[in-house]
């Protein structure tokens, strides 16, 4: 048998795979070229450029949903006369709903294309925006945010695996990125925003992107891999053209999409179960080991529950909160203009090694915590530790799992998959949020050295099984790992 990370060194093109359509395709030896007719040259349309804003538009409207909690709080209890626990339920019936949604938001967005899912996914937020807004009984407060969980859930799911199937692909990479850097502006916009205006109104404003990408909706085309996986030939052609530009001959790139499509329909059945057949175990453990990362290596804590992290180390909650809200952005900027430069495995794999040291910091800083001689560092310690992890995470695992996840799974599968994948996600994610404080008060020292040693184990995650997906199309990519489980 191969070895995993060799294949994906040499660029996973296997010198053979199941069922060509066209062996010309294959000609190119791995590492060579993507042998895929998808030039290299290929460039950003204005079609392209607009249908990924569109998209990005509801991960802004995702971002705004995070982020509206934490300074809605006090006027919202205040107003309504919310308890601890009543306010408890509101932040966390959001997961809820996403657990539900993500039973079926991979199913969703195969049955009735990548373009309704976003308006439906948009729909259900706006519902729950204006539930919010209006609520005068805690009870309209949780329907609002079930509902909005379960938009989210399938948001999450689909603008990446939109951005994805549109973008040529050297672009692919940077686009799909976006998604996580409009996530984080409309995160720290509630943070500003929130603090002139009242709960209700901030309801409204987050309302707005959710808006203007059902109008967007009207004017970008669906997802050309999912014109080809229903059968609407003719759509497809005229799609293709629309993103590749009115000039640019797109039969070769066409006829290959709609040829592997058609080859991996056949090659399986649809159903839960034939999802873990041994020809789609790698990129399986793939998706739902990177996706599994992000909540149990800290991230969802330090998110959620970053004031009461620096409240602990005795640091000022406020400094720590801006210092995060402005370091994230510039970051994930950075992350989105390196991810097609230096590729998704290498960004993965500084991503996971900053954030081990920085736990390996926090962990001990707390450690130190009533010592005489070193209490007085372990705020900064903490401090620095979570700047650290926060610089980490945004520059890789925040966002490039939701782009090898929109890369990795067959066109046959990739509903099934995502589902499933978001599922076990928030799954963990709702675990991590329930138990951080219990943990907390057991051992604060004890905690963080819990992610420490799953980030370790993170990083020879990425190491030995994470592809490097950069540079090649969807088909070769899916073609090549769906070869590898074989072996």
């Known amino acids: 048998m191969e070895n995993p990370q060799q294949n994906s060194e040499e660029g996973l093109m296997p010198k053979s795979s199941p069922p060509q359509p066209n062996p010309a395709i294959v000609a190119n030896e791995a590492g060579q070229g993507s042998g895929f007719p998808e030039s290299d040259k290929s460039s950003a349309t204005p079609v392209v450029v607009l249908s990924t804003l569109v998209a990005i538009c509801g991960s802004f409207a995702y971002g705004c949903t995070i982020g509206y909690s934490s300074p809605a709080e006090s006027g919202m209890r205040a107003d309504l006369r919310l308890s601890v626990t009543q306010y408890s339920v509101f932040g966390s019936v959001l997961t809820v709903g996403g ?12 049955l009735v294309g990548r373009r309704r899912a976003m308006w439906l996914s948009e729909l259900f937020c706006i519902v729950g925006w204006l539930a919010v807004a209006f609520s005068k009984h805690a009870w309209s407060l949780y329907l609002g945010r079930f509902s909005l969980g379960i938009g989210l859930v399938l948001m999450a ?36 925003v929130g603090t002139v205006v009242s709960w209700r109104a901030l309801a409204l404003i987050a309302a707005v992107p959710c808006l203007l990408q059902i109008i967007g909706l009207f004017f970008i085309p669906e997802s050309p891999r999912w014109l080809a996986k229903v059968g609407r030939e003719k759509e497809l052609e005229t799609t293709l053209q629309r993103l590749r530009g009115k000039n640019a001959d797109i039969s070769m790139e066409s006829a290959h999409i709609r040829e592997y499509t058609q080859t991996f329909e056949m090659d399986s059945k649809v159903g839960i179960f034939y999802l873990f057949q041994r020809k789609y175990a790698y990129p399986l453990v793939v998706g739902v080991g990177l996706s599994a990362m992000q909540p ?20 000022s909650t406020k400094i720590g909160s801006i210092s995060l809200a402005i370091i994230q952005l510039p970051v994930i900027g950075a992350s989105v203009l390196l991810t097609d430069r230096f590729g998704r495995r290498p960004l993965l794999l ?24 070193w209490n007085e560092v372990t705020s900064v310690l903490v401090y620095v530790g979570i700047m650290g992890f926060s610089v980490g995470y945004s520059i890789g695992l925040s966002g490039l799992p939701s782009v090898v996840m929109a890369e990795i799974f067959p066109i046959n599968m990739k509903g099934l998959a995502g589902s499933l994948v978001i599922f076990i996600h928030h799954c ?29 184990a993170g990083v020879a995650f990425v190491t030995f099984l994470v592809p490097e997906t950069k540079g090649r199309t969807l088909e070769e990519i899916q073609a090549s790992i769906t070869k590898l489980s074989r072996r």
């Open 99 to 110: 657990i539900i949604g993500s039973l079926v938001n991979g199913k969703i967005a195969d």
């Open 157 to 192: 799911y689909v603008i990446p695996v939109y951005i994805a199937e549109i973008t040529p692909k050297n672009i692919r990479g940077a686009f799909t990125a976006a998604f996580q850097f409009l996530l984080t502006s409309g995160l720290s916009v509630m943070y500003l």
């Open 296 to 315: 149990l290596l800290g991230a969802t804590a330090i998110q959620y529950y970053a004031s009461y992290i620096f409240s602990e180390a005795d640091f």
């Open 350 to 373: 500084a991503s996971t090694i900053v954030m081990c040291l920085s736990l390996a910091i926090i962990a001990t800083a707390f450690g130190l915590q009533g010592t005489h001689r």
């Open 428 to 456: 963990i994610n709702w675990t991590i949020t329930f138990t951080f404080h219990f943990m907390m008060e057991w051992s604060k020292t004890g905690t963080f050295s819990i992610f420490w040693v799953i980030c370790a």
